[in-house]
């Protein structure tokens, strides 16, 4: 039986990001499309439209969204945090039902990032914490990788040799 994983939408190709395009990450495909990886947009899970506003969280990141302590606003100024707290929820609830084995998500996202995200500024500066799904996830036990770093961050072995796991 295979191991499968979550996988940022946008990186498999479906026109999901805020913009309304995609992000397509050749590898991320090939892990679809062998039915390894199945693609998630904790946005759009959350009930956020495509394309929407450009969002980031401000005074913390998404352990502290989780925790009530900072907030998902639009560069508009609207808080999305609810959708982005159901988003999150929702893409656990389906992990658990799919007992997948992680998570390769978009690279500083306010949902997805699982190392760096965006400031909250809207000014392109980048600190260190992790998107609202990717902390729930985190918090959850499973290991969420970006996908510009998952081949050398401990991805289990199956997915870069195209093993199958018992």
């Known amino acids: 039986m ?13 026109n999901t990001r805020f913009d309304g395009t995609a992000h397509l990450d050749p590898e991320i495909i090939r892990l679809v499309q062998e039915g390894r990886a199945i693609p998630v947009c ?6 956020l439209s495509t394309p929407r506003p450009p969002s980031e969280i401000t005074d913390g990141d998404g352990c502290d969204v989780l925790a009530g302590r900072a907030r998902v606003i639009t560069k508009e100024g609207q808080d999305v945090t609810e ?25 500083r996202s306010p949902s997805c990032g699982s190392d760096d995200i965006y400031d909250g500024n809207f000014q392109g500066r980048l600190r260190p914490g992790q998107g609202v799904t990717a902390a729930l996830l985190k918090q959850a036990g499973l290991p969420v990788f970006c996908e510009k770093t998952w081949r050398d961050r401990g991805v289990p072995s199956d997915l870069e040799k195209g093993e199958s796991r018992p």
């Open 2 to 14: 295979k191991t499968l994983y979550l996988v940022s939408a946008c990186l498999a190709g479906a």
């Open 42 to 47: 904790p946005e759009q899970l959350g009930g």
């Open 83 to 107: 959708a982005f707290l159901k988003g999150a929820h929702e893409t656990l609830s389906l992990a658990r039902k799919w007992q997948v084995g992680g998570a390769i998500f978009k690279a």
